[in-house]
T-cell receptor, first 114, second 112 residues
Framework: AQTVTQSQPEMSVQEAETVTLSCTYD???????LFWYKQPPSRQMILVIR??????QNATENRFSVNFQKAAKSFSLKISDSQLGDTAMYFC???????????FGKGTLLTVNP | DSGVTQTPKHLITATGQRVTLRCSPR?????VYWYQQSLDQGLQFLIQ???????AKGNILERFSAQQFPDLHSELNLSSLELGDSALYFC???????????FGSGTQLSVL
C-alpha cells in the first residue's frame, strides 16, 4: 500500500521569503505521479503542481517548484517570493500503478506573515 | 472554478437520518472520486466510479453507498448518520488519460 508522510504539521514564512514543505512517500510502483494540492480557508482543493515519476526534471509552475528525489522517495515543494495568498493547508498526494485512488498526506498548514 | 459541481454546499441534519450528496463531474470526465475530510482523519478516499461502474473502494462504511448514473453524475448516500460522520465531503473527477483530479468545492455535513 502507498503511504504519504508530511512531517511538518505547521510552518510559517515571512512575505517575499522562500519556504520548503517536505513530503516522503512509500511505494513499490515504478510508474506513478505526485502532486501538491493547496487548500486555502475557502476549503477548495486546488492543484498546485504535478510530477511524473519517470521524469528526472523537477516540475516548476511560476513561484512553485519541486525537488523530486526518486531514490529517496522524497517530494518537497518550494514556494519562492511567498505571498499572503499562499496561506493555506498544503497536501502532498500520490497516485500510481494499478491503484486508481489518490492518497494524501496529513497536510502542512502554511502561514505567510506580512 | 474546477468545473466539478457539488450540491448542496452545506447540510445540517440529525443523527439517524439519511442524506444524499450530489456531484456533477467536469464535462467529458468519466471518473468520479469521493473523499471525506475530517480534522482527525484527514482526507480519506471513499470510493471511485468509472463510467458508471465501481472501480475502487476505500474506507467507506457499510452505511454509505454511492452510484454513478448514465449522465455521469454521482451521488453519495449516507444513512443512519452519526455525530462522527460530520465532515467535508469532496467529489473529484478525472479525465481519461490524465492523472489530474479536479475537486468540487465540497459539501459540509453537520450531524447534530
Amino acid at each position: 500500500a502507498q503511504t504519504v508522510t508530511q512531517s511538518q504539521p505547521e510552518m510559517s514564512v515571512q512575505e517575499a521569503e522562500t519556504v520548503t514543505l517536505s513530503c516522503t512517500y512509500d511505494t513499490s510502483e515504478s510508474n506513478y505521479y505526485l502532486f501538491w494540492y493547496k487548500q486555502p480557508p475557502s476549503r477548495q482543493m486546488i492543484l498546485v503542481i504535478r510530477q511524473e515519476a519517470y521524469k528526472q526534471q523537477n516540475a516548476t509552475e511560476n513561484r512553485f517548484s519541486v525537488n523530486f528525489q526518486k531514490a529517496a522517495k522524497s517530494f518537497s515543494l518550494k514556494i519562492s517570493d511567498s505571498q499572503l495568498g499562499d496561506t493555506a493547508m498544503y497536501f502532498c498526494a500520490f497516485i500510481g500503478g494499478s491503484n486508481y485512488k489518490l492518497t494524501f498526506g496529513k497536510g502542512t498548514l502554511l502561514t505567510v506573515n506580512p | 472554478d474546477s468545473g466539478v459541481t457539488q450540491t448542496p454546499k452545506h447540510l445540517i441534519t440529525a443523527t439517524g437520518q439519511r442524506v444524499t450528496l450530489r456531484c456533477s463531474p467536469r464535462s467529458g470526465d468519466l471518473s468520479v472520486y469521493w473523499y471525506q475530510q475530517s480534522l482527525d482523519q484527514g482526507l480519506q478516499f471513499l470510493i471511485q466510479y468509472y463510467n458508471g461502474e465501481e472501480r475502487a473502494k476505500g474506507n467507506i462504511l457499510e452505511r454509505f453507498s454511492a452510484q454513478q448514473f448514465p449522465d455521469l453524475h454521482s451521488e453519495l448516500n449516507l444513512s443512519s448518520l452519526e455525530l462522527g460522520d460530520s465532515a467535508l465531503y469532496f467529489c473529484a473527477s478525472k479525465g481519461q488519460g490524465s492523472e489530474k483530479l479536479f475537486f468540487g468545492s465540497g459539501t459540509q455535513l453537520s450531524v447534530l
